[in-house]
């Protein structure tokens, strides 16, 4: 393995200049994948032998959530060592090798990074809990004394995100935070150590040739000054509805611009750039926006957009909201609608109903292909996978599972392996028929794989494909940041994107019936079967209840 720096590829996105502002990103989550070496367990060999197949969907760049040395306390996101690859996924050679096929195949190669905090096996850990109170070790996280008279009571009132109190209590009395599970320890960015440190993981994986980072808990590294209290026991359920002292502080903007110089110094223009996107659960989009001011990061995820269900006003509102909030700052807007962390929106949308989650489903994602911007599918959505809602607890490793009283632990349930051929599980997944994977696939699974839907016309794989090819090479698709709303009836969402080489129309009808329109131009591609000047006004097209169509206009 080589620590040389590799090219970026010039090819794969329709603007190469900065290819990161429409680009399609897929998340990768490495242990649902695809399993190379039969344990049941995804691993970066068995990746790199899929990607063929994320080029030929269509996407521009691969982000994979963390394949770090970690003991899994929360499936990667709690790492030992930032510069080792865990066994389980592989080894270090093998990332080197996945991020040159990458690059070979044209598509752009962004890791996870996890500064917030680290895992308790983490060496700087281990040496704080040797070295004691008062020690320079303890210095690089929040280790304090506890409250009441024999300090039995945690330092403050913080709880954690996945329930419980955000403290735990070590040998020598001394407390220690986590805003997270109890074994990912938070940094304390007060601490030059700390600084340094990610500097280097920074270079370290830059220089093995990433082009970006999507930075975890981006909004928590710095907290407010003496670790206040909150006052009340309903953090969690209001997070990200109200300001917090431990999330958003206006402190970590300078860490950020501090990273955008090391970003720079390996690539400013001609599609050499590397990224940073933040994992930010702000209260607005207009605080997200706040992360991409100039000399800041290139993106932050839309989670307004994420949580926002099937409703045209609602959904419209956030669509103006989140294009004017990152004009301002002259970022790109982000989309997404699944992620390793939410109920899949196949699901999501379904109100009880599978046929009419899917067909939502389908929707909802050529509408937000269809926005300016940079969109991120996950994994499985583009076969139209929904949420595994039956896993027995014994399978289940999601830790807000078991901290119980936090989030509703159901993160497992969109993290089960992809189903990619076969009749009998795991589909394709490990390289035996009827062998280990690591939560078990429902059996009705063989009719969504991979082998399943490929070539066959109208399936959900097939037409992201379709959607993602359009999306490429249509002018009005890949250019600009503003939308103009057409008026239309209650319930559909109508918009134009105009270039000067031409123009694009999207609509979508979001209500339960259909909606007579009158057709906009030439039908590109649609959600649903749809028959273009079809309708009882004869210059008119129905839309279907539920579907997305995009015109030619
Ligand atoms: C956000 C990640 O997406 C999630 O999976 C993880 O549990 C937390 N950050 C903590 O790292």
Redesign the pocket.
């Known amino acids: 393995m080589t620590q040389n720096v590799t090219a970026a590829p010039t090819t794969g996105s329709p603007s190469a200049g900065e290819w990161w502002r429409d680009a399609v990103i897929y998340q990768v989550y490495p242990r649902s994948f695809a399993d190379g070496n039969g344990d049941g367990m995804g691993d970066l060999p068995g990746i790199t032998a899929r990607l063929p197949y994320l080029r030929d969907l269509g996407v521009d760049a691969v982000w994979l959530s963390p394949f770090y040395a970690s003991p899994q306390a929360?499936?990667g996101?709690d790492v030992a060592d930032y510069r080792a690859v865990d066994p389980v996924f592989g080894t270090l050679a093998d990332a080197d090798d996945l991020v040159r096929e990458t690059h070979a195949l044209g598509l752009r190669f962004i890791v996870d990074i996890?500064p917030n905090?680290c895992s308790d096996r983490h060496e700087w850990f281990q040496e704080a809990l040797r070295e004691g109170p008062g020690s320079a070790a303890r210095d690089r996280f929040h280790f304090r004394a506890g409250r009441g008279a024999d300090g039995a009571l945690p330092p403050n009132d913080w709880e954690s995100v996945f329930g419980g109190p955000a403290w735990t209590r070590v040998e020598d009395g001394q407390w220690y935070l986590h805003l997270?599970a109890a074994e990912?320890p938070d940094f304390n960015w007060d601490n030059q150590d700390v600084h340094d440190e990610f500097r280097s993981v920074l270079r370290f994986w830059l220089d093995l040739g990433v082009d970006g980072f999507r930075i975890?808990?981006a909004h928590g590294l710095v907290k407010a000054p003496g670790l206040p209290d909150i006052g009340h026991a309903e953090q969690v359920k209001l997070l990200g509805k109200q300001a917090v002292p431990y999330f958003d502080q206006d402190g970590v903007h300078e860490i950020y611009r501090d990273w955008r110089r090391i970003l720079d110094a390996y690539g400013t223009g001609n599609g050499t750039e590397r990224i940073a996107v933040a994992?930010a659960w702000t209260p607005t989009v207009e605080r997200s926006a706040l992360y991409l001011r100039r000399g800041e990061l290139h993106q932050a995820f839309n989670f307004e957009y994420l949580t926002t269900g099937w409703d045209a006003a609602a959904l419209r509102a956030v669509i103006d909201r989140s294009l004017a909030a990152m004009n301002a700052v002259d970022a790109p807007a982000t989309w997404v609608l699944s992620n390793?962390?939410v109920v899949r929106h196949a699901t999501r949308f379904a109100d009880g109903d599978e046929v009419r989650g899917l067909r939502r489903a389908r929707a909802a994602t050529l509408l937000m292909l269809a926005l300016p911007g940079s969109a991120y599918l996950y994994q499985g959505e583009e076969l139209g996978l929904p949420e595994v809602t039956e896993l027995p607890d014994e399978v289940r490793q999601d830790p807000a599972f078991f901290r119980g009283s936090g989030q509703d632990g159901t993160r497992d349930g969109c993290r089960v392996p992809l189903p990619w051929s076969g009749e009998r599980p795991p589909f394709g997944f490990g390289p035996v028929e009827g062998g280990p994977s690591w939560l078990p696939q429902p059996d009705s699974w063989k009719d969504l794989s991979v082998a399943a839907q490929t070539g066959v016309p109208g399936s959900t794989l097939e037409f992201y494909r379709r959607a993602l090819a359009v999306r490429r090479a249509h002018p009005a698709l890949g250019a600009g940041r503003d939308i103009a709303w057409v008026p239309s009836p209650e319930g559909v969402l109508a918009f134009r994107r105009t270039t000067s080489a031409g123009s694009f129309v999207c609509t979508t009808n979001l209500s339960a019936s259909p909606v007579t329109v009158p057709t906009p131009g030439t039908l590109l591609l649609a959600s649903a079967h749809v028959v273009p000047g079809a309708g009882p006004d004869a210059a008119g097209t129905v839309l279907p209840a539920d579907s997305t169509v995009w015109w030619a206009a």
């Open positions: 929360d499936a996101y996890v905090h997270f990912q975890d808990v994992e390793h962390d």
